[in-house]
Nanobody
């Protein structure tokens, strides 16, 4: 059974940085993608970034491109999302999600394409 556990959410000031972690386990394939989504109050889930476990290919939403870096520590089976120059609009509950890398919509960060989800971690950005 695939399990994803997020951590690292916090209250930070605008302009600050934060690193989120997603500990992953239970995969039966070596070629999957782990993505980050966020959901602000009253809004839909927004895809932020994802990474392929096999070759490290990365994908970013335009809203975070240039400010965020996703990485995969294979030894720890953990995905990190480093976010810099945080803005109030970056606030929300951040979820880690995973599925087959080649499943339609996964690398396009389509929310409904991901089958496995963590419980979420709260990120708050003060002005």
């Amino acid at each position: 059974e695939v399990q994803l556990v997020e951590s690292g959410g916090a209250l930070v000031q605008a302009g600050g940085s934060l690193r989120l972690s997603c500990a992953a386990s239970g995969f039966t394939s070596d070629d999957y993608a782990i993505g980050w989504f966020r959901r602000a109050p009253g809004k839909e889930h927004e895809g932020v970034s994802c990474i392929s476990s096999s070759d490290g290919s990365t994908y970013y939403a335009d809203s975070v491109k240039g400010r965020s870096t996703i990485s995969f520590d294979n030894a720890k089976s953990t995905v990190y999302l480093q976010m810099n120059s945080l803005k109030p609009e970056d606030a929300g509950v951040y979820y880690c999600a995973a599925d087959d890398r080649y499943k339609m919509g996964v690398t396009l960060l389509k929310y409904r394409s991901f089958s496995y989800w963590g419980q979420g971690t709260q990120v708050t950005v003060s002005p």
